[in-house]
């Protein structure tokens, strides 16, 4: 069992820049895929980011490319998400998931992940 607890979320200005960290539990922590999702009222979910376990592979949606970014300190069991240059549209409650067994499927996917953080709210004023 891997528990997610993700942090770090707030009430911004349109333009500002807010850190969204996310703590996981797990002895191996290294073997994990991460990714970072959103939801907005009355939206599906979507995908916003993702890094391979080693950290080497990053991937982002077109709407957050250039001004979010994704990073993994497996000595603290935890990803980030740095998000800069926010708009309104950001706005969502976010969350991290981890992809624990491998093929699970495409990143961009939730269903790919087997264990999802409770979500942060992030609000960005106009």
């Known amino acids: 069992q891997v528990q997610l607890v993700e942090s770090g979320g707030g009430l911004v200005q349109a333009g500002g820049s807010l850190r969204l960290s996310c703590a996981a539990s797990?002895?191996?922590?290294?073997?994990?895929?991460m990714g970072w999702f959103r939801q907005a009222p009355g939206k599906e979910r979507e995908f916003v980011a993702y890094i391979s376990s080693g950290g080497g592979r990053t991937y982002y949606a077109d709407s957050v490319k250039g001004r979010f970014t994704i990073s993994k300190d497996d000595a603290k069991n935890s990803v980030y998400l740095q998000m800069n240059s926010l708009k309104p549209e950001d706005a969502a409650v976010y969350y991290c998931?981890?992809?624990?067994?491998?093929?699970?499927?495409?990143?961009?996917?939730?269903?790919?992940?087997?264990?999802w953080g409770q979500g942060t709210q992030v609000t960005v004023s106009s």
């Open positions: 998931a981890a992809d624990v067994f491998p093929y699970s499927g495409p990143y961009y996917r939730g269903l790919s992940y087997d264990y």
């Open positions: 797990g002895r191996t922590f290294s073997s994990y895929a």
